[in-house]
């Protein structure tokens, strides 16, 4: 899901800030990342994979 989020957000033309920010709005979203992961797990995912995108790379994995 988070790969497909980077995807939306690339499309659309936001920058990673701009998808940051977006992200934040989610506080319910953040409040479970944080109860299961210790961190806002969702934001971190998507944010790693709209680098990936931007270094052309559309194959990689990331397990945070």
């Given at each position: 899901?988070?790969r497909?989020?980077?995807?939306?957000?690339?499309?659309?033309?936001?920058?990673?800030e701009?998808?940051?920010?977006?992200l934040?709005?989610?506080?319910i979203?953040?409040?479970?990342?944080e109860?299961?992961?210790?961190?806002?797990?969702?934001?971190?995912l998507?944010l790693g994979?709209?680098n990936?995108l931007?270094?052309?790379?559309t194959?990689?994995v990331?397990?945070?």
């Open positions: 899901m988070a497909l989020d980077a995807l939306y957000f690339n499309l659309y033309g936001l920058s990673r701009e998808a940051d920010y977006v934040g709005t989610f506080p979203v953040r409040e479970q990342d109860a299961a992961f210790g961190r806002f797990r969702t934001r971190d998507v994979y709209m990936a931007a270094a052309g790379d194959t990689s990331l397990a945070l």
